[in-house]
């Protein structure tokens, strides 16, 4: 697949965090290797597929084809490279979607450098800073914060699942794993096809602490976007967002994916749009 003639891979990429550093505030410029520099960050385009921006400029005189690329970082699992092919035209930066893998808590440090195949075959290391100071390191502590939450609690979909139309019906259940600090579910949203719609309006959703250890609340997931381009491109149908508060702190996004009965009733939905 051809993706230098992709919209959106042309360009800077955009901000994912609204307390990124200032327009035009960026880290130390890399040393080219092979002709080529890279910086990477968050963009709002890739996020919802876990993929960060990776900024790829061609700094030589001449074209140069990528094959794959590889995100390397001791805060992500390594995620094998997706077979593509990128001409870097001269003096030209892509923006390019960097899928990374789950989460590395026990290891904080270090910094990030792209892997990136040539078309000879050949495998080099790129540097790539944060193309905004801090912007991917957040996502790391977000995520380790979300890990956090996912020792002290469960929070899962449960239920028989009974379908009526587009929609499903079920419950939330959040539960504790352990004696600990109260644990609130502030909210919980779909995503590009799923809306998501809880059978109470009450703040918190549900709460559990050393006098309740199980709540659940009623759900209603519907199929409210079934048009082809939202089903062929959103990857992560069956991941929710949910945003949870330990100890009355401020709330973390955890994600909630489905799992069961809950999945086999949400993909049936998704096969019928």
């Not at 051809?2 to 990429?13: D, S």
């Not at 140069?64 to 593509?84: H, K, M, N, W, Y």
């Not at 000879?120 to 193309?131: F, H, I, K, N």
Request: one cysteine or more; proline letters at 8%; a negative charge.
């Amino acid at each position: 697949m051809l993706l230098a003639v992709a919209m959106g891979f042309l360009g800077p990429a955009c901000s994912g965090d609204e307390r990124a550093t200032p327009a035009g505030t960026t880290t130390t410029g890399p040393q080219p290797v092979e002709g080529l520099v890279a910086t990477v960050g968050t963009n709002r385009l890739f996020q919802p597929r876990r993929e960060l921006g990776l900024g790829l400029r061609n700094v030589s005189g001449a074209a140069i084809t990528v094959t794959g690329l590889q995100l390397v970082s001791d805060r992500f699992a390594p995620v094998d490279p997706e077979p593509r092919t990128v001409v870097l035209p001269p003096g030209r930066q892509l923006v390019i979607p960097l899928p990374y893998g789950p989460v590395r808590c026990e290891r904080p440090g270090g910094g990030y450098e792209a892997a990136v195949v040539l078309a000879d075959g050949r495998r080099v290391l790129l540097p790539a800073p944060e193309d905004r100071a801090g912007s991917v390191d957040r996502v790391h502590e977000r995520e380790c914060a979300a890990e956090e939450v996912r020792e002290l609690v469960d929070l899962r979909f449960e239920g028989t699942w009974e379908r009526e139309g587009v929609s499903i019906a079920g419950e939330l259940v959040l539960e504790r794993r352990r004696s600990g600090p109260r644990v609130d579910i502030n909210d919980v949203t779909g995503n590009v096809i799923f809306t998501l719609r809880l059978g109470s309006d009450g703040r918190p959703v549900l709460s559990v602490d050393d006098e309740r250890d199980r709540a659940s609340v009623p759900i209603k997931i519907t199929a409210d976007r079934c048009d082809s381009h939202a089903v062929a491109e959103f990857k992560r149908p069956m991941v929710f967002l949910s945003w949870v508060a330990v100890d009355g702190g401020e709330p973390t996004p955890v994600e909630l994916e489905a799992s069961g009965d809950a999945r086999v009733a949400l993909e049936a939905l998704l096969a019928s749009c």
